[in-house]
């Protein structure tokens, strides 16, 4: 076992060093100059900006570039922002919170909502239940979370005026109709991510609850005269959980890209909305660092997810 | 199906099949697919949607880019069926040329996407000293966050292909390439196991010792039998590709203003919520619709060549 997640890792450090190489390259080989809207402005003179350049390190080698970059990442130091001038530490500490404010809750519900779903589906499969639960997640995986996010936005802000359609990051919570401001602008940006999250998990927990129903071990359980409950809830759910929960922790880092969308819509000052305003901006730093953040959690997950699969399946041997 | 006609005398088996075509994979799977009550739906709305987006102008003649501020932001009415935008252009025929666009993107980058994979995961499959290598590159790609990094790519590259493709299909190659190429993970994993299984059967053993090469032997032996699950992943794929493209015009890195896919007419309408619903209610429940439609037709598709499901 040790032996199993040690070699996992030893996958993982090269993955990430290889992503953030691609990651920095890109945006290096890029025809878009990340000055040209700096640049563009004609009141710069052109020595000005030369010196600009120099002074932040623009006109080294690319490759000597990445290596600086790397050497003061190592150092816990992602650079500073064209922008704003600040570290880049300091935008991603202020805009992280807001972003697991939402995605987090979001992905729990989700999560808690759709195991539910799904067995109950599986058990009663072609129920009313099952076909209604069956269009709701097709709904949910098939109509764009920037959709469902207006509509909510043209029923629930503009029509009844229930909630506010722009997430406010400046309130603080100190008693309870501040804890309901919260509660209320939340609402709809959670019940976007989450309409998604649970459709695809439902799905997912149904699909692999119908694959361990018909198995010998069940017919066993049943004949051993265990009740129904018992059956489901303990021997079908609990073997049919394994991949669910590896599904989970994969899902994660894919969770925050489709955040980007719901911090557009709802403007919530979040990680996503930080990265496209950093792409229209040039701000290269900045969105060289959410690059790889995103990356990390990506190979963090899945290395994550297959030790869990290794814990939670005695059957997989470690090799 | 086989004990009775055992017992049935030599002329009547023949009547029997001549009564009763032949059935091949395909159709027995076409026959499976109609039973399956919402693909066979689905499948009729996306011939609807598609005839609307290709015909549709050929019947409905109003120019898409006929700019009048008196008539900005009207909602459905006789002139203008679905109503106007913010410079009183025609919603109904933007959706239909848009459409063309989102499914065309759709379609080619699955194209892509699926070309690459399966070549991989058959090269991968077949050739056992090719496996590690090419399993890791795949897994590299799926480390990849893909989303942030369409962004990325997109704004960067945009201008140059612009410069040297022209604005429609400089974007149009760019999307379906970034999509194409950041997609083809899953399906090069499937084809893989698919040959892993395959290339140990019988009928392999069988091509070779009559002389096959290794190239017919991927092309024409073991990549029919492994076509099923590429099918259902394709069908399944395009509906994503068009929810990408979209979300990418969405978050105004896609299309241009002047190219008015589905995605991007609701990137333009987002602000005008309160005063033009149709226009973003529109675009967004077509694209909602399609990939619906897609979706439930990858499930029947599914159900209907999954070989343990015959009936």
Redesign the interface.
């Known amino acids: 076992m040790g032996r199993y997640i040690l070699r996992r890792l030893l ?1 993982a450090i090269p ?1 990430v060093a ?2 953030s190489f ?2 920095f390259a ?2 290096a080989l ?3 100059d990340p000055l040209s809207s700096f640049g563009a402005d004609p009141r710069v003179p052109p020595e000005v900006r030369a010196a600009i350049r120099t002074s932040l390190g623009l006109d080294d080698p690319w490759p000597v570039r990445y290596v600086k970059w790397v050497t003061s990442l190592a150092q816990g130091n992602f650079g500073f922002s064209f922008m704003s001038h600040s570290p880049v530490v300091d935008l991603l500490k202020q805009r992280l919170p807001n972003t697991l404010a939402v995605v987090g809750v979001a992905y729990l519900i989700g999560v808690v909502l759709a195991i539910p779903i799904g067995m109950i589906s599986a058990v009663r499969r072609y129920s009313l239940f099952d076909h209604f639960a069956t269009t709701f997640a ?2 949910g ?7 469902t996010g ?2 909510l ?2 029923v629930f802000s ?1 029509n009844l005026r229930w909630f506010p359609f722009i997430y406010d990051s400046t309130l603080v919570i100190h008693d309870l109709p501040t804890f309901l401001d919260q509660v209320k602008q939340s609402i709809m940006p959670i019940t976007v991510l989450a309409l998604f999250d649970t459709a695809t998990i439902a799905r997912y927990t149904r699909a692999e609850m119908l694959e361990h129903l018909p198995l010998d071990y069940v017919r066993t359980a049943r004949s051993k005269g265990l009740k129904e409950q018992v059956v489901v809830l303990r021997h079908v759910l609990r073997n049919s959980l394994i991949p669910v929960v590896t599904l989970v922790a994969l899902g994660v ?1 894919t969770v925050f ?2 955040a ?2 719901t911090e ?2 709802f403007r919530v000052p979040g990680i996503g909305e930080l ?2 305003r950093s ?2 901006d040039g701000d290269t730093p900045v ?1 060289t660092a ?2 790889l953040i ?2 990390v ?3 963090l997950f ?1 290395l994550f997810a297959d030790i869990l699969y290794a814990v939670l399946d005695p059957r997989i041997k470690y090799t | 199906m086989a004990a009775p006609a055992t017992q049935m005398t030599k002329g009547k088996v023949i009547a029997s099949t001549t009564l009763r075509p032949s059935r091949s994979l395909w159709k027995d799977a076409w026959w499976q697919f109609r039973r399956h009550r919402l693909a066979m739906v689905s499948l009729g709305t996306l011939v609807f949607l598609i005839l609307f987006t290709l015909g549709g102008p050929l019947i409905y003649h109003t120019k898409i880019d006929v700019i009048d501020f008196t008539l900005s932001l009207k909602g459905p009415s006789s002139e203008h069926l679905l109503g106007t935008d913010d410079l009183g252009r025609d919603l109904l025929a933007r959706l239909m040329f848009g459409g063309r666009i989102s499914i065309a993107v759709g379609i080619v980058s699955v194209l892509l996407a699926i070309t690459l994979g399966t070549t991989i995961g058959a090269l991968a499959g077949f050739f056992g000293r090719l496996d590690n290598p090419l399993m890791r590159l795949t ?2 790609f ?8 369409l ?3 997109i ?6 292909l612009r410069a040297t493709f022209g604005a429609e299909l400089g974007i149009f190659l760019m999307i379906v390439g970034v999509i194409g190429v950041l997609n083809w993970m899953p399906v090069a994993r499937l084809v893989r196991a698919q040959f892993l299984s395959l290339k140990q059967k019988e009928f392999v053993e069988a091509a070779r010792s009559v002389g096959a090469k290794n190239g017919r032997i991927i092309v024409r032996h073991i990549l029919p039998n492994a076509l099923s699950p590429i099918l259902v992943a394709a069908t399944i794929g395009v ?1 994503g590709a068009i ?1 990408t493209e ?2 990418l015009s ?4 896609g299309f241009p203003s002047d190219v008015p896919t589905w ?1 991007r007419i ?1 990137y333009d ?2 602000n005008y ?2 005063i033009a ?1 149709h226009w ?2 529109f675009p ?2 077509l ?2 619709l399609t ?2 439609s ?3 037709i990858g ?1 029947g598709l599914r159900d209907a060549l999954d070989p343990r499901k015959t009936s």
């Not at chain 1, 995986?141 to 959709?147: E, G, I, K, R």
């Not at chain 2, 969405?250 to 890195?253: A, E, K, Q, S, T």
């Open positions: 996958i993955t290889v992503i691609v990651v890109i945006l890029a025809p878009t097709f709904i995986f098939s109509v764009p979370t920037f959709f207006i509509l936005i043209i503009i880092p890209g489709g980007i969308v557009q819509i990265l496209v792409i229209g969105v959410i690059l995103f990356a959690l990506v190979v899945n | 897994d590299l799926l480390s990849l966050p893909v989303l942030p990094l962004l990325v790519i704004y960067l590259f945009r201008d140059t509906g929810l979209s979300t969405f978050l105004g890195l995605g609701l309408a987002r919520l309160d619903p973003a209610i967004g429940s694209i909602f990939v619906l897609i979706n439930f499930d």
